[in-house]
């Protein structure tokens, strides 16, 4: 069983950068497709940014390409999501997930393993 743990929510205003840090428990952690998740008040979970298991590439929704980043640190056992310039719409609770799954990165079923999300509001 892996445990997530989310941090570096908060509040910022617009154009400005946050950090996210997903850390997990176990070691098997580097071997699984780690994928970040928002969900805004009202609306369904998203997919923002995965890194695949198979090679670490990423992938990125096309409403934050070029703004965030992912990257994983297998010695920290952990996965970060620097978001910049961001936008009010970038309002969101932010969930980062792990799993075996190296193709359907996008979907919230493809994940087994969930952190307990955490906050970012953007304001204008």
């Known amino acids: 069983q892996v445990q997530l743990v989310a941090s570096g929510g908060g509040l910022v205003q617009a154009g400005g950068s946050l950090r996210l840090t997903c850390e997990a428990s176990?070691?098997?952690?580097?071997?699984?497709?780690v994928g970040w998740f928002r969900q805004a008040p009202g609306k369904e979970r998203e997919f923002v940014s995965a890194?695949?298991?198979?090679?670490?590439?990423?992938r990125y929704a096309d409403s934050v390409k070029s703004r965030f980043t992912m990257s994983r640190d297998n010695a920290k056992n952990t996965v970060s999501l620097q978001m910049n310039n961001l936008k009010p719409e970038d309002t969101a609770v932010y969930y980062c997930?792990?799993?075996?799954?190296?193709?359907?990165?996008?979907?919230?079923?493809?994940?087994?393993?969930w952190g307990q999300g955490t906050r970012v509001t953007v304001s204008s």
């Open positions: 997930a792990a799993g075996i799954s190296s193709f359907a990165y996008a979907s919230p079923s493809s994940y087994t393993y």
């Open positions: 176990e070691r098997t952690f580097s071997t699984l497709s």
């Open positions: 890194i695949i298991r198979i090679g670490s590439t990423t």
